[in-house]
């Protein structure tokens, strides 16, 4: 950044990455160096004391995480109890812990964190922290966790997290770096997502030069055989800068006299353009407006994520399809998963199991109505 200041560059694109787009923010507005990220979702961005000249064209993460929340308290008041009580895993990076940390500070008070578990990048034993979430009861992982999301989530099936009685979230970054190669149990698994549209002007010249580029220059055109989601905001950055210079060149500025940062930042947040993610706009900090997130799950066959729930303008949540989960069904799962009881049916004068512990409802022998009462208890002339 020093060198881009010394040099009379005062507009820097990239940047998508928190590690460097953290500092370089910083200094930008030392530096009077303005900044255009093709992603860098954190909360702390939308502070303009201290990032006065940085703006992005992804969601914040405080979009994410609110279509997560209305998620979690639709499924509850439609599919019953369990699905407000969470546990969160998270990689110690930037990212993933400001959705941590979002998540929580944005949560209502219906949804409970039972279970917040951090743990480094280069962690390979996970034994504790599966074993807290375990114990926590909680039935909703929130796994933010992209670099060891494969070894993490085989894990965690041993710990009989997995499977047909729990459901699970992945960040963004995780449904394009972990699922190169379908992972099967995943199935169902959920991500709060950019809904770009599935047809742009750019979509078939786009996808046309993927198919085309040399796999040798390009090695990861040839891993996957279309464009994926994460480049379409590099797409639309490039977009947006080259708006921006054309709108300085119609106002002959650019004729080699050094454009100031606030200028800069003005000018791309001026801009109002169609791309891959929508329409582009944004607002006074720099952050994008209206754009849209959405719930998918993952289908290992196609190993894609598939629209399942969207926003809708009053702020609510609809289904636009239904989800297939971890039972390869789309019959939702029971997240109100209780200890099993025995009690003393005075029909049939025998003690019985309820082997769901909520199927049963125990009667008190005072009742006007006697059958089933606690085991304890048994039925004679008076009962």
Request: proline share 6%; glycine share 4%; charged share 25%.
């Amino acid at each position: 950044m020093i060198d881009f200041h010394e040099n009379n560059i005062s507009l820097v694109v990239g940047f998508s990455a928190g590690n460097a787009a953290l500092p370089g923010g910083i200094v930008g507005s030392v530096y009077d160096i303005a900044q255009l990220s093709a992603f860098s979702p954190s909360s702390v961005f939308s502070d303009k004391r201290k990032y006065p000249f940085f703006s992005r064209l992804a969601a914040t993460t405080e979009a994410q995480i609110q279509t997560i929340h209305r998620y979690l308290i639709y499924a509850s008041e439609n599919y019953g109890i369990g699905w407000t009580d969470v546990a969160i895993a998270a990689e110690v990076d930037e990212i993933n812990l400001d959705l941590s940390t979002t998540f929580i500070e944005l949560s209502p008070a219906s949804i409970r964190t039972l279970a917040y578990r951090t743990f480094l990048l280069e962690e390979t034993n996970f034994d504790v922290d599966l074993e807290e979430i375990k114990n926590s009861g909680a039935r909703v992982i929130l796994a933010f966790v992209t670099n060891n999301f494969p070894s993490f989530h085989a894990r965690a099936k041993e710990y009989g997290l997995v499977g047909e009685n729990h459901v699970w979230f992945v960040p963004p970054a995780t449904t394009s770096l972990s699922f190169l190669e379908p992972i099967p149990d995943a199935r169902g698994t959920l991500v709060s997502i950019f809904d770009f549209p599935t047809t742009t002007s750019y979509h078939e010249c786009w996808t046309k030069a993927w198919k085309e580029a040399d796999p040798v220059k390009f090695p990861f055109t040839k891993v996957i055989p279309v464009p994926p989601l994460t480049t379409y905001f590099p797409f639309d950055c490039f977009l947006v800068t080259a708006t921006a210079i054309d709108e300085l060149d119609k106002q002959e500025l650019l004729d080699g006299r050094y454009i100031p940062a606030e200028l800069w930042s003005k000018t791309i947040r001026g801009v109002v353009t169609d791309g891959f993610s929508r329409n582009i706009e944004f607002d006074e900090r720099g952050d994008r407006v209206d754009i849209q997130t959405s719930i998918k799950y993952y289908d290992p066959e196609k190993n894609i994520f598939v629209k399942a729930f969207e926003n809708t303008p009053s702020g609510g949540i609809v289904p636009v399809d239904d989800i297939v989960w971890f039972s390869n069904t789309t019959e939702v799962p029971d997240l109100d998963i209780r200890a099993p009881f025995h009690y003393w049916s005075c029909d049939d004068k025998e003690i019985k199991e309820d082997k769901t512990g909520k199927t049963i409802e125990i009667d008190t022998p005072d009742g006007d109505t006697v059958d089933d009462i606690d085991e304890d208890y048994h039925c004679d002339q008076f009962i």
